[in-house]
C-alpha cells in the first residue's frame, strides 16, 4: 500500500526512542539520521529531505519541546508536524467562480489519469448539486474523446466533444466553444480534459498554455502519478513554468509507489495537493487532507477518514447515529455489528481498514483479506444475547465457549474479537474526546 515502506522504516526508528527517558543529541542525530534514509528510499526529493530533517533535528534539540510528553512523544509528535508541513499543511477546497460556469481545466503526462481524474471530480461535483460539464480537448491521442465519453457516461456527465469525423480539430477551439455552451446550457462547472504526451514536450505545454489562456481556468489542476519517483520535482517544475498550476493531484495512490513524489511536490511547487485518486473506479476519489496523510504515513490510523468514509457508506440517519454514539462514548457490540454489516454493504472493507490504527504490521493480511471473514465475525457477535451485546463485561470464559460452539468458531477466534472490539471502543473513546489515537506502546500523545 502506499508509503508501505517509509511507514513502516518511520515507526520503526520512532518505536525505538520508546524506551529513552531523555534524548541527548546523538538519539536525537541517529533519529534524524534514520528519518533521512527512510524518505530519499521512498524518493523523496533531496532539498526536501534536508529540509524536512533540518526542522525535525532543530525542534527536538530545542528547550521549546512539549514538556506535557514524554521524549519519544515529542519526536513523533515533531516529525508528525513537519510532515503535515510538507505536504501542504490546511486542506485546500476548489475555488468556484462567483460568476460561473467555474472552469477546471487538467493538465499532466499522459495516462497519469487525467481522463479518469475528470470523470472522477465530474462525478463528486455533481453529487455535491453541481452541474458539471465534461470536455474532451485532448484531440491528440487515439480514442481520448471516446475514452471520455465512456467516463462521462459512467458519471452521467454531459461530455462535450467535437464533431465526430471533424478532422483532428482544434482543442482551444473546442475548449473555448465549451465554456461558452456551459454559459448558454447553465452548467456551473466545466472540466477540461487535456492532452498529455509521454515526456515533457515543448508543443505540448505550448497546447496547454493556449487552452489556459482561452478560458481562463478558476483551476489548474496538475495531476502527477504517485509511481512517477524521482522525475515528479523536474515533471512539476516543467509544467509549473510551461502552464502553471494552482493545485495537484495525486493519482494512483492505491499502488505500491514509494511516494515520494506526495512528499516532494507540493513543497517543490508551492502549491497544494487536493486530491488523491485511489483506485480505477469513479468512486476512488479522496479529498487531500495533510494531517491526516501525516498520520497515516505514522501509521496512527486515519480515524478521520475511516468515520468519513463510514458515513458515506452509510445513510445519513445511520451515520448520525453513529456519531452520536462515538460522542456519547457508548460504542456497543450491536454498533460494531451494524458497521461489519455497513462495510460489507460498502464493499470496500480493506481500504477502510488499512485506514485503521497500527495496521501496518498487518498488510499482508489486510492484502489477503477474505471478505467473508466479516461473515464469520457477524455470526459470532449474532450468537451473543443482546445483554451480552451492550455489556460485554457478561462474557466469562463458559459464555464465550458457548458461543463458540454455536456459531462454529473457536474461543480463540472469540477471544480475539473481543480484543479488537475492546481496541476500537478505546479508539472511538479517544476520538470522541477530540484526542489522537495512540501510538504502537506509547501511550497517547
Ligand atoms: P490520462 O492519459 O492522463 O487521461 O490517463 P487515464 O485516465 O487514461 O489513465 C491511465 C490508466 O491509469 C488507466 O488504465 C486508468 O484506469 C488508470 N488509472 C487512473 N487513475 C488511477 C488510480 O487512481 N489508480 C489506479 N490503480 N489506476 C488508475
Not at 73 to 99: M, P, T, Y
Not at 163 to 181: I, Q
Not at 279 to 308: Q, T
Not at 334 to 356: E, V, Y
Request: proline content about 4%.
Amino acid at each position: 500500500a502506499m508509503f508501505g515502506n517509509l511507514s513502516e522504516r518511520l515507526t520503526a526508528t520512532l518505536a525505538n526512542l520508546r524506551t529513552k527517558g531523555k534524548l541527548s543529541a546523538s538519539d536525537v542525530d541517529g533519529t534524524v539520521r534514520e528519518i533521512r534514509r527512510a524518505l530519499l528510499e521512498a524518493d523523496v526529493a533531496l532539498p526536501v529531505v534536508k529540509e524536512f530533517t533540518a526542522q525535525v533535528r532543530e525542534r527536538a534539540l530545542s528547550d521549546d519541546v512539549n514538556r506535557a510528553l514524554n521524549p519519544a512523544q515529542q519526536v513523533v509528535q515533531i516529525v508528525n508536524d513537519e510532515l503535515i508541513a510538507i505536504l501542504g499543511g490546511e486542506v485546500r477546497r476548489l475555488s468556484f467562480a462567483k460568476q460561473p460556469p467555474t472552469v477546471i481545466m487538467l493538465a499532466g503526462l499522459q495516462g497519469t489519469g487525467k481522463t479518469t481524474f475528470a470523470g472522477k471530480l465530474a462525478k463528486r461535483l455533481l453529487g455535491e448539486k453541481h452541474a458539471p460539464l465534461l470536455v474532451a480537448a485532448d484531440l491528440q491521442r487515439p480514442n481520448a474523446v471516446q475514452q471520455l465519453q465512456v467516463v462521462g457516461e459512467q458519471a452521467g456527465v454531459h461530455v462535450h466533444a467535437p464533431e465526430p469525423g471533424n478532422g483532428v480539430g482544434d482543442p482551444v477551439r473546442v475548449a473555448k466553444d465549451a465554456v461558452k455552451f456551459a454559459r448558454e446550457k447553465l452548467y456551473d462547472v466545466v472540466i477540461i480534459d487535456t492532452a498529455g504526451r509521454l515526456g515533457v514536450d515543448a508543443d505540448l505545454m505550448k497546447q496547454a498554455s493556449n487552452i489556459r489562456k482561452a478560458t481562463n481556468p478558476d483551476e489548474v489542476l496538475f495531476v502527477i502519478d504517485a509511481m512517477i519517483g524521482q522525475d515528479a520535482v523536474a515533471t512539476a517544475n516543467a509544467f509549473q513554468e510551461g502552464v502553471g498550476f494552482t493545485g495537484v493531484v495525486l493519482s494512483k495512490l492505491d499502488s505500491d509507489a514509494r511516494g515520494g513524489a506526495a512528499l516532494s511536490v507540493a513543497k517543490v511547487t508551492g502549491q497544494p495537493i487536493m486530491f488523491a485518486s485511489t483506485g480505477e473506479r469513479l468512486d476512488d476519489l479522496e479529498v487531500f487532507h495533510p494531517d491526516r496523510m501525516a498520520s497515516r504515513i505514522l501509521d496512527m490510523g486515519d480515524i478521520l477518514s475511516l468515520i468519513e468514509q463510514a458515513q458515506q457508506a452509510f445513510d445519513e440517519d445511520e451515520a448520525r447515529k453513529v456519531a452520536d454514539k462515538f460522542a456519547s462514548e457508548q460504542f456497543t457490540l450491536d454498533d460494531f455489528l451494524q458497521q461489519l454489516q455497513q462495510m460489507r454493504k460498502a464493499g470496500n472493507f480493506k481500504k477502510m481498514i488499512g485506514m485503521l490504527p497500527n495496521m501496518g504490521h498487518m498488510k499482508s493480511e489486510i492484502e489477503n483479506f477474505d471478505e467473508r471473514e466479516l461473515v464469520r465475525t457477524e455470526a459470532i457477535i449474532q450468537s451473543m444475547t443482546p445483554a451480552e451485546r451492550q455489556n460485554p463485561k457478561l462474557l466469562n470464559g463458559s459464555r464465550r465457549a458457548r458461543i463458540a460452539r454455536g456459531c462454529g468458531r473457536t474461543v480463540q477466534d472469540v477471544n480475539e474479537l473481543m480484543k479488537r472490539f475492546d481496541q476500537m471502543a478505546k479508539m472511538m473513546k479517544t476520538v470522541a474526546r477530540g484526542g489522537m489515537p495512540q501510538m504502537p506502546g506509547m501511550g497517547p500523545i
